[in-house]
C-alpha cells in the first residue's frame, strides 16, 4: 500500500480512523520527525512498525523552538525523499502540516513551560527551545491520538486503540522532558525510547551533519570517542575522570566544547560519582554538546555500573 500524506488535523483524524478500521487495529504509533530524514529517524519509524497496526509519522520543522530565524531558514526540507524513506519502512500515513494548520492563531499565548530542567544542558544555551518543543509535541501527540472519529470512541465500553509515541535516545534532555510534560499532564500515550543510531564511525546521525566539512565530519567523531572512553571506565568500575576526556575533546582545534558531564538520567542533575578518584557505581547518562565549524552537535550514552 502506498503511503497517504495529508496536510490537515481534519484528514489526519479522518485517515488514521479509517486505517484503524480497515486493519481492525488496536494499536496506534506516532513518530515525530522535522523532515531531512536519516537512518536514525528511520529506526524510529521502524521500531513504530514492528509494534503497532498503524503508524502515523509527521514532518513538521516548528518555528516555536528555534532561536535565530535564520537557523529556521535554513533548516534542510526534503519531502519526496522523506516520504520514499518512510514508505520502505512500512509507516502508512504522514501528517505535514503548514505553519498555519498547527498555529492558525499565529504564536500561540498560552504554551507548555518544560520547567527547571529546560534551563541547564541545551535549554542553557537555547533559551525558550524546550518550551517550544514541548508545546508543539503536545499538539503532534493530540493530532495523532488514535480513531478520534471512529464511531463509538469516547463512548463507555469501547476500548481505545494503545497509543506509543516514538522519541529518539539522541535528543536525551527532550526524551526525559516528554516523558515528564506526559507524567506530570497524564497524557494518555506511552513514550518509546529508541537508541541513538550512529554512521560507521561512530558520529551520532543527526539532520545537521549535512552542514559539516569533511574535516569537520572528522574532527566531530572526537565526541562519541570520549563518550566510549567514558563508558569503558564506567564499564570497568574505574573512575570516570571527565577532565582527562574533556581535555581529549578540547585538544581538537575544530571543536568548541560546550559541556561534558555525567547526569542522573531522570533529573540531568551532574552525578557525585563523576569525580577523578571513585570508581563510578549505578546508572547515568554521559551528555556532550560542541560547536564543530557551523554546527552545534550533542551526543550520548547511558552509563550502568
Ligand atoms: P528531529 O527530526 O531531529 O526533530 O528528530 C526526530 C526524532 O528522531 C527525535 O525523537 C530524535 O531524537 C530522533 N533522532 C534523531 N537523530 C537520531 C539518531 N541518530 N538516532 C536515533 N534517533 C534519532
Not at 43 to 65: G, H, K, M, S, W
Not at 91 to 98: H, K, R
Not at 178 to 192: G, T, W, Y
Request: contains cysteine; charged residues 20%.
Amino acid at each position: 500500500m502506498a503511503i497517504k500524506l495529508v496536510t490537515t488535523a481534519t484528514e489526519l483524524r479522518a485517515e488514521s480512523a479509517r486505517l484503524l478500521t480497515e486493519k481492525q487495529g488496536s494499536s496506534q504509533g506516532l513518530v515525530p520527525t522535522m523532515g531531512a530524514l536519516h537512518e536514525g529517524h528511520a529506526q524510529l519509524a521502524r521500531t513504530a512498525v514492528e509494534n503497532n497496526d498503524v503508524v502515523v509519522a509527521t514532518i513538521f520543522v516548528n518555528p516555536l523552538q528555534f532561536g535565530e530565524a535564520a537557523d529556521l531558514d535554513r533548516y534542510p526540507r526534503t519531502l519526496d525523499a522523506d516520504l520514499a524513506l518512510l514508505e520502505a519502512e512500512g509507516v502508512d500515513l504522514v501528517f505535514a502540516p503548514s505553519v498555519e494548520e498547527v498555529y492558525p492563531g499565529g504564536e500561540p499565548m498560552v504554551r507548555v513551560t518544560a520547567g527547571p530542567l529546560a534551563n541547564k544542558w541545551e535549554g542553557a544555551s537555547r533559551p525558550g527551545h524546550f518550551d517550544g518543543a514541548l508545546t508543539v509535541v503536545a499538539k503532534l501527540l493530540h493530532y495523532g491520538f488514535p480513531g478520534v472519529g471512529l464511531p463509538g470512541v469516547g463512548l463507555p465500553g469501547v476500548a481505545p486503540a494503545a497509543y506509543r509515541a516514538y522519541f529518539g535516545q539522541k535528543d536525551a534532555q527532550q526524551l526525559t522532558l516528554v516523558k515528564r510534560m506526559v507524567a506530570d499532564l497524564n497524557f494518555p500515550v506511552e513514550i518509546v525510547a529508541v537508541p541513538i543510531v550512529r554512521s560507521a564511525e561512530g558520529l551520532a546521525l543527526s539532520s545537521r551533519n549535512r552542514f559539516l566539512s569533511d574535516d569537520e565530519r572528522e574532527a566531530a567523531l572526537v565526541l562519541s570517542r570520549a563518550l566510549k572512553l567514558i563508558e569503558g571506565r564506567a564499564n570497568a568500575h574505574e573512575p570516570l575522570d571527565l577532565e582527562s576526556a574533556r581535555a581529549m575533546v578540547e585538544s581538537q582545534p575544530l571543536v568548541q566544547l560546550d559541556y561534558f558531564d555525567v547526569v542522573d538520567t531522570r533529573t540531568l542533575e551532574p552525578l557525585a560519582e563523576n569525580c577523578r578518584d571513585t570508581p563510578f557505581r549505578g546508572e547515568g547518562l554521559a551528555l556532550i554538546a560542541a560547536k564543530v565549524g557551523p554546527v552545534r552537535l550533542i551526543d550520548n550514552v547511558p552509563l550502568s555500573s
